[in-house]
Antibody, heavy 123, light 110 residues
Framework: EVQLVESGGGVVRPGGSLRLTCAAS????????MSWVRQVPGKGLEWVSG????????SYADSVKGRFTISRDNAKNSLYLQMNSLRAEDTALYYC????????????????WGQGALVTVSS | QSALTQPASVSGSPGQSITISCTGT?????????VSWYQKHPGKAPNLMIY???KRPSGVSNRFSGSKSGNTASLTISGLQAEDEADYYC??????????FGGGTKLTVL
């Protein structure tokens, strides 16, 4: 059974830092690119960041560029999101999601999702 | 980059069909055949319903179908059932390894 389990969420003050972890199981982790997608309570989904299968390429939404860093450890089947200089508007439920990579070809859809980790930025 | 445009809400009676539109630009929806649709029930993770514009993952009912014309993609649900009541999000690849989601549409089954 495929599982993505996020952890590391919590309450942090504006300007603070937090690191999210997504533990993957039930599939071949390095056959997939990974992304973080967030949902502000009561609002829609927002793509945050993505990384290719080996961590050699990463991308970010403009709203988090320069503050967030995505990384992965294939030996531990884990995805990470280091969040620095947090703002109130970063308060959201953060999901990790996978997208298939078939050979050199990326598949641009998210097939597996975790249940999310809640990040609250508040003074 | 602004979110893709979806209607805030749609509704239909059991057995009817509804269509949810998703309008982007020539830089995202119009450029790539890489639109996906997600169903999201409250408190649950999103669930992939359509990928690459028209394809259904294994296990998704054939009552769900996708299409695209120009900069607008659409999700059609036929034979509405009570369990289809949920939020629906479109998503498009936007180039340079980035994605963009729609604002979401709340489907109410009357």
């Amino acid at each position: 059974e495929v599982q993505l389990v996020e952890s590391g969420g919590g309450v942090v003050r504006p300007g603070g830092s937090l690191r999210l972890t997504c533990a993957a199981s039930g599939f071949t982790f390095d056959d997939y690119g990974m992304s973080w997608v967030r949902q502000v309570p009561g609002k829609g989904l927002e793509w945050v960041s993505g990384i290719n299968w080996n961590g050699g390429s990463a991308s970010y939404a403009d709203s988090v560029k320069g503050r967030f860093t995505i990384s992965r450890d294939n030996a531990k089947n884990s995805l990470y999101l280091q969040m620095n200089s947090l703002r109130a508007e970063d308060t959201a439920l953060y999901y990790c999601a996978s997208f298939p990579i078939v050979g050199p070809v990326w598949k641009y859809y998210f097939d597996y999702w975790g249940q999310g980790a809640l990040v609250t930025v508040s003074s | 980059q602004s979110a893709l445009t979806q209607p805030a809400s749609v509704s239909g009676s059991p057995g009817q069909s509804i269509t949810i539109s998703c309008t982007g630009t020539s830089s995202d929806v119009g450029s790539f055949n890489r639109v996906s649709w997600y169903q999201k029930h409250p408190g649950k993770a999103p669930n992939l319903m359509i990928y690459e514009g028209t394809k259904r993952p294994s296990g998704v009912s054939n009552r769900f179908s996708g299409s695209k014309s120009g900069n607008t993609a659409s999700l059609t649900i036929s034979g509405l059932q009570a369990e289809d009541e949920a939020d629906y999000y479109c998503c498009s690849y936007a180039g340079s390894a980035t994605w963009i989601f729609g604002g979401g549409t709340k489907l109410t089954v009357l």
